[in-house]
């Protein structure tokens, strides 16, 4: 579990493009916090300089305390989830499970038995020699978050995870995703651009525009000033 924090943030890409601009965030140990906004105002910017797949420009990032704005991805200990699942078709769900603590050379023991624990919390044991050609939508999603379980990470970044989903698996997942976080209770940054989506799962939520915060507060709170 992590506390991640950004204080004055901005992010400028080598064209001038400002996607960022002195951006200041708290996400707190354990919370579920929603990043919400139309298209093109720095959501996926914002996830990706916490994960260190883009490089600050200037500001702080803080994850427990330390700064990592010069760290590699690999040395965060954050896990993305991404939008089309990225999973390895040629692969079972035990190995696409796997395959990152193995690369981590984790002992083969150890590597069962989080892979095990983590079918358990997302009703995959089942599944578990399974090819995702052979899954639905929603198992092919509990197996992108399964293979981000596994690594114990501090905090889970997910961009968009149900966009690909129809109408009717999407609001299935939107209840999963919640009882999976409030199992695992990993610290969860969330984007999307549903509004229904924010107000639903998130403990808190910050409304972004133009590169900035606009509001950020409970959705309750929202609701009664929106
Ligand atoms: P969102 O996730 O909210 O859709 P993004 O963070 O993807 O927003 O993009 C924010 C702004 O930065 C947009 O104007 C987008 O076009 C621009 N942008 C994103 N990535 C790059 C990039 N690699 N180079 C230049 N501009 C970019
Ligand atoms: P999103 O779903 O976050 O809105 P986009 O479709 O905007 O994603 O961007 C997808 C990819 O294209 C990202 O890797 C982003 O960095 C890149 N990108 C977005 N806008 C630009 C841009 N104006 N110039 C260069 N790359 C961009």
């Keep these: 579990m992590a506390t ?12 001038g493009t400002e996607a960022v601009s002195g951006l200041d965030l708290e996400v707190r140990d ?20 916490i994960a260190g797949l883009e490089q600050i420009s200037d500001g702080e990032l ?21 939008q089309n699942y990225a999973l390895y078709p040629h692969m079972t769900v035990r190995q696409n499970m796997a395959f990152a603590l193995q690369q981590a050379k984790v002992p083969k023991r150890e590597i069962a038995e989080r892979v ?16 995702p050609a052979q ?30 989903l129809d109408a009717k698996l999407r609001v299935q997942m939107r209840a999963e995703v919640a009882r999976i976080q409030s199992r695992v209770g990993t610290t969860t940054v969330y984007v999307t651009h549903d509004q229904t989506e924010a107000m639903t ?17 409970t959705p309750a709170a929202l609701y009664e000033r929106p």
Excluded at 4 to 15: A, G, M, N, S, W
Excluded at 146 to 162: H, N, Q, T, W
Excluded at 201 to 217: F, N
């Design 4 to 15: 991640i924090e950004l204080q004055d943030v901005t992010k400028r890409y080598d064209d």
């Design 30 to 49: 354990g919370e579920f916090l929603i990043l919400v906004g139309p298209s093109g105002c720095g959501k996926s910017t914002v996830l990706r300089m």
């Design 62 to 82: 803080r994850i427990d305390g330390d700064r990592v704005n010069d760290r590699a991805p690999k040395d965060r200990n954050i896990a993305m989830v991404f």
């Design 116 to 131: 095990e624990e983590a079918a358990r919390a997302l009703d995959l044991d089942a599944h578990l020699e399974r090819k």
């Design 135 to 164: 899954l639905s939508g929603g198992q092919r999603q509990r197996v992108a978050m399964g293979r981000a379980i596994v690594r114990s990470p501090k905090a889970f970044l997910m961009d968009e995870p149900l966009s690909n």
């Design 201 to 217: 799962l998130g403990d808190r939520v910050a409304v972004m525009r133009g590169g900035v915060i606009q509001q950020l507060d």
